[in-house]
Nanobody, 123 residues
């Protein structure tokens, strides 16, 4: 059974940093591109970042580019999202997801999803 478990969320002040982790099990992790999405209250899921199988290719939403960094550790089946200079508009539940294909911003192309971790940024 595939499991993606996010951790590292919390309540922080604007300008702070957080590092989210997503531990994967039950799948050949190195064969999946990984992504982070977020959902704010009353809004649709929003693409945040994605990373290729070996980490050589990354892609970011314009809203987080230059502030967030996605990375992965295939030896430990984990993907990370380092979030710097956090803003109140970054407040959302953050989800990691796995896709058997290449990096993509398209939510429907992801095969597996975690349960999410809450990030709240106060002003």
């Amino acid at each position: 059974q595939v499991q993606l478990v996010e951790s590292g969320g919390g309540l922080v002040q604007a300008g702070s940093s957080l590092r989210l982790s997503c531990a994967a099990s039950g799948l050949s992790f190195s064969m999946y591109a990984m992504g982070w999405f977020r959902q704010a209250p009353g809004k649709e899921h929003e693409f945040v970042a994605t990373i290729s199988l070996r980490g050589g290719t990354t892609d970011y939403a314009n809203s987080v580019k230059g502030r967030f960094t996605i990375s992965r550790d295939n030896a430990h089946n984990t993907v990370y999202l380092v979030m710097n200079s956090l803003k109140p508009e970054d407040t959302a539940i953050y989800y990691c997801a796995a896709t058997r294909g290449t990096t993509t911003r398209v939510k429907s192309l992801y095969d597996y999803w975690g349960q999410g971790t809450q990030v709240t940024v106060s002003s």
